[in-house]
């Protein structure tokens, strides 16, 4: 079963929009209130997700390392599934001097379509090692059914036939 998700073809250049509106108000504010710093490494981010599904469930796995459990909201709501957190930058009382920064900083926002498939009301979400696990069980109607095949011989083909006395 494939998941769609919402393709937002001009998110990277909103975000590098706002790294370069960042910078400049750095330089033409150089004592603001937020500390250069948190000015050039603040800005909403997506963390990558893999999405795979098996006979019992969906699962994504989300891979925010750095954020802590409290700063991760995931909800289900109008079969979306919402996935909202924050990596806030460390302060520290003493001043480093960065030569460079990549990691990302800020809040994020995911959203997926649930196929009909899905349970809403049997979810569960763990966080260990960095990585968001969402698992979301099928609807017993949407599993895989096997159907038995009785293998009979001719005899029993014959007394089931119409017209014939068993």
Do not use: C
Not at 106 to 123: E, H, I, K, N
Request: hydrophobic share 35%.
């Amino acid at each position: 079963m494939t998941l769609l998700s919402r393709w937002e073809p001009f998110r990277e250049f909103s975000t590098m929009q706002d790294r370069m509106n960042r910078m400049n108000r750095l330089f033409r504010e150089p004592y603001s209130p937020e500390g250069p710093e948190e000015a050039l490494t603040t800005t909403s981010f997506a963390p990558p997700v893999d999405i795979y599904e098996d006979e019992h469930n969906i699962t994504l796995k989300l891979e925010v390392p750095g954020i802590e459990e409290k700063d991760i909201d995931v909800r289900i709501d109008n079969n979306t599934l919402t996935v909202h957190g924050e990596r806030k930058i460390e302060k520290e009382e003493k001043e480093e001097n960065f030569r460079r920064v990549e990691r990302q900083y800020g809040s994020f926002t995911r959203s997926f379509a649930l196929p009909s498939s899905v349970d809403p009301g049997q979810v569960s979400a763990d966080y260990a090692k960095g990585v968001l696990q969402v698992k979301m069980a099928k609807k017993a109607e949407a599993k895989p059914k096997q159907i038995k095949v009785n293998v009979g011989g001719e005899k029993a083909l014959e007394a089931k036939a119409p017209g014939k006395a068993a």
